[in-house]
């Protein structure tokens, strides 16, 4: 059985600044495909992840999880509308998984 648990982060600052710079360099990993994907007219997740993958792996400070959902969030993206550049905010959501974020209670 799946359980989805919604809980309050209460990090320190230290914490809270590297949560906050994580979400900058995703979203600029975003902004990165975004520009491949629009130059190149390559939408398709796969074919997208063999484009930018080894070359972002390189440029952004990212785990390779955190950069494979760049990738699929710039996909999303285009699945709406192919017509239309896509851009992403700073600070613009990023989709946290189990293979990035974990919790394990205090015991």
Request: glycine share 2%.
């Amino acid at each position: 059985m799946k359980m989805t648990l919604k809980i309050k982060l209460l990090p320190s600052d230290e914490q809270a600044a590297l949560l906050l710079q994580t979400l900058r360099e995703a979203n600029a990993a975003c902004g990165a495909i975004s520009q491949v994907a629009w130059q190149e007219k390559i939408f398709n997740k796969v074919k997208l992840h063999h484009q930018v993958y080894h070359p972002l792996r390189a440029t952004f400070k990212l785990s390779s999880q955190m950069l494979i959902r760049s990738i699929a969030k710039v996909c999303d993206a285009y699945s709406l509308d192919k017509k239309t550049k896509r851009t992403f905010k700073p600070l613009g959501a990023i989709a946290y998984d189990a293979r990035i974020m974990t919790y394990k209670p205090n015991n």
